[in-house]
């Protein structure tokens, strides 16, 4: 019997190994992805550097992460097309998921335009803007 369930326990273990990321996150829930999604945000993409408030001293208002600013920096090139506005990316407003995650995916809007500089157009991976696109939701 001892045998038997030592055998079940290794084959058990040995399926794990096998697991794709998808089912880790089905089996930690949305908050993995949440997690994710954050930590892209804020520290690898840096959305909060230009979607967000800042106070008279330069610093990020941090009771209003992500929902939109003047633009903090101007254009190196004066007659180039530049966005003085960062819109609110807080919950993602005006957006679906499915257009969330083309738009991080593609570099291009619902509309198939690129974002004004010096907004980048990302190619993220799926996965990571499906992460990113979950926080983003996630804020209210």
Known sequence: MKKIMVAAFIALLGMGVYMDRS??????????????????????????QCHSPRDEKGR????KLLRGAS??????????AWATLAPSIAGLPGYSVEEGIHFLTTGKTRRGDKPLSPMPPFRMSKEDARDVVAYLMSIR
């Open 71 to 80: 633009m903090p920096v101007e254009s190196p090139f004066p007659k180039s």
């Open 60 to 63: 990020l208002n941090k009771s």
């Open 23 to 48: 089912e880790v996150q089905a089996n930690e829930g949305e908050g993995a992805d949440i997690a994710h999604g954050k930590y892209i945000v804020h520290q690898v993409a840096m959305c909060i």
